[in-house]
């Protein structure tokens, strides 16, 4: 089995990334235990970068 369109049905039903408890963004990599988009985890800084412009997107809880 290759790397194609085939084999990408088999990556279905895993969870990737979480909910994050910092951002709010769901960019939490489970098995990293870091976030992609503000750094939680590994950083104590908000991850960050002047090429992009991020604002931070928390859901509301009712």
């Known amino acids: 089995m290759g790397k194609g369109t085939p084999?990408?049905?088999?990556?279905?039903?895993?969870?990737v990334h979480i909910r994050c408890r910092r951002c709010g963004r769901r960019a939490y990599h489970v098995r990293k235990k870091r976030c992609g988009a503000c750094g939680y985890g590994?950083?104590?800084?908000?991850?960050h970068?002047?090429?992009?412009?991020?604002?931070?997107?928390?859901?509301?809880?009712v």
């Open 42 to 47: 590994a950083t104590a800084a908000l991850r």
């Open 49 to 61: 970068y002047h090429w992009q412009r991020k604002t931070l997107q928390r859901v509301r809880v």
């Open 7 to 15: 084999s990408m049905g088999k990556r279905a039903g895993r969870v």
